[in-house]
């Protein structure tokens, strides 16, 4: 298999992957393995292969459940997280730094929300609403970070096993 092929066949199943976990938990508010997955997926894969596959999953995600701007919204904030993740892989082990990475976006993604929604919410940045609006909301931001770190910790040791048995696997050119 060409690697071009690989890297498509690869984003098409983990996009896939991620679909299905952010529909099966959507009658859940802030149960997140969606975010888990990004996070792993970043780890071991980088991030030229989980942008593509967070950003098609958002808009899939989008498709099926609604568009709406928080849709653009989460293009952007996954694609940062994507970009953190894959480049801090080599500042500490690998499950302490996916907890790390975790845990700060999901404190901060109610945050930078509100602030990337203003323009819709509010008209501008209208600094009183915007603070009320994103500590009204801090409940939920505190719920997404639990839910994500219980996630990365349920998922992280068979993503890791599959992860050594799909590099260990022979390559073909």
């Excluded at 393995?33 to 999953?57: E, H, K, N, Q």
């Excluded at 904030?77 to 894959?86: C, D, E, F, H």
């Excluded at 082990?93 to 323009?119: H, N, R």
């Excluded at 939920?140 to 998922?155: E, G």
């Amino acid at each position: 298999m060409t690697k071009t092929l690989h890297w498509v066949a690869m984003t098409g199943v983990l996009t896939a992957v991620m679909v299905v976990a952010r529909l099966f938990v959507h009658p859940w508010p802030n149960v997140t393995p969606f975010t888990a997955l990004v996070i792993l997926v970043a780890w071991y894969f980088g991030w030229r292969i989980a942008l593509p596959a967070a950003s098609l999953a958002v808009i899939l995600t989008g498709l099926l459940l609604g568009m709406h701007p928080v849709v653009m919204v989460q293009l952007i904030l996954y694609a940062g997280l994507v970009l953190i993740t894959s480049g801090s892989r080599r500042v500490a082990d690998e499950k302490s730094m996916a907890l790390i990475v975790g845990l700060v976006f999901c404190l901060t993604y109610g945050f930078w929300t509100t602030i990337l929604q203003a323009p819709f919410l509010f008209g501008g940045f209208n600094w009183p609403a915007i603070w009320s609006y994103w500590l009204a909301g801090l409940s939920f931001d505190f719920a997404h970070c639990v839910t994500t770190f219980m996630c990365v910790i349920a998922l992280f040791h068979p993503f890791s096993r599959i992860m050594t048995m799909y590099q260990n696997l022979p390559q073909k050119t």
